[in-house]
């Protein structure tokens, strides 16, 4: 009966770059990750969930991410340095294809005009929870044969190439702001697979098993790999990644408090008006509200003292009025 646990021979098959088919794995990552970065970029353009996630399931860094994790464990410095190599290469041709496609598109691919975009620019705490839990679930893919099935899902889950994309499409922009966010949660997702990775394969006794050479793993070495200085590094990254985190986690925070107060006064506003909330744009730091109704327009004095009352400073909240004249035909 076949064990239900991958060998570590199997596992460095898996993920490392090297060995007779190392020419035909390159191959497959390259063009994977080419269109893989040119479906994401497309995707996220045409605001298309579906495309993304299509995107998501080809894009192939979550290999070589991997792959330095369990070279990381196993103490093998070569590919270790080859595979960092290949993720930080494959992340600026992800970036590259993104700027290029934002040069070929009318209008700026921002926050503010997209969905897609607006989802990866401001990673929270959240992200970094969801991108560990994410990780666990692709180490034990790897190590377990019984569940290795899940990765597709892992891939959709962890998303590496449509921040890249997103990166490369706001720095064509100008949104330099947004492009850094991007980044951070791409940088997030690999610092979570990685410090996960080594966890999972810690418990499973894999640095146990470490050798330097394929063949000495295949022979049965036994020589441990430490783990410590990966690990104070790693929780090292894990920390100073959480500061933007938490800072941005608690902006949005109470910008969502200030965006449910506003609504509240104003829904009660409009209501004694007689006019109607048409739109609410919170993609920027003032709050936009469009309404319209009949004539004449309700002054807004009463407007601006219930918002300061809630602790809302009115100059954030613009409020557009669009006079409507209801013709009644057949009269």
């Known amino acids: 009966m076949e064990s239900r646990f991958a060998t570590p021979v199997d596992m460095r098959a898996s993920v490392f770059f090297d060995g007779p088919e190392a020419p035909a794995r390159y191959s497959r990552f390259w063009m994977l990750l080419v269109l893989s970065a040119i479906i994401a970029s497309a995707g996220v353009v045409a605001d298309s969930t579906a495309a993304v996630i299509g995107a998501m399931i080809v894009a192939p860094l979550l290999g070589p991410i991997q792959g330095t994790m369990l070279a990381t464990v196993l103490g093998d410095r070569a590919n270790l340095i080859r595979s960092l190599l290949l993720v930080v290469a494959g992340a600026a041709v992800a970036i590259a294809i993104g700027f290029a496609i934002g040069l070929t598109v009318t209008g700026d691919v921002v926050a503010a005009t997209n969905s897609q975009v607006a989802g990866r620019v401001s990673p929270r705490l959240i992200d970094l929870l969801a991108a560990l839990g994410t990780g666990v679930v ?194």
Do not use: C
């Not at 006019?275 to 509200?289: F, G, K, M, P």
């Open 138 to 331: 692709g180490s034990v893919a790897l190590v377990r044969r019984d569940i290795s099935d899940t990765l597709p899902g892992v891939a959709i889950a962890i998303s590496l190439v449509p921040p890249l994309t997103v990166v490369g499409l706001t720095l064509e922009a100008g949104a330099v702001d947004e492009a850094f966010g991007a980044l951070l949660l791409f940088v997030t997702n690999v610092v979570a697979i990685i410090a996960t990775g080594i966890v999972v394969m810690s418990f499973y006794g894999v640095n146990k098993l470490s050798a330097v050479g394929a063949d000495a793993v295949a022979a049965g070495g036994s020589r441990a790999a430490s783990l410590r200085k990966p690990a104070v590094l790693l929780i090292s990254m894990l920390i100073i990644i959480g500061i933007p985190l938490s800072l941005t986690s608690v902006e949005i925070g109470a910008k969502s408090i200030i965006e449910r107060a506003v609504v509240e006064v104003v829904d009660d506003w409009s209501a004694e008006a007689g006019w109607r909330v048409q739109n609410i744009d919170y993609s920027s730091a003032e709050l936009t509200l469009h309404l319209e109704g009949p004539l004449p327009v309700p002054d807004t004095a009463s407007l601006e003292a219930a918002l300061a009352d809630r602790g809302v400073d009115p100059e954030l909240v613009t409020v557009v009025l669009t006079p409507v004249y209801e013709v009644e035909l057949g009269g």
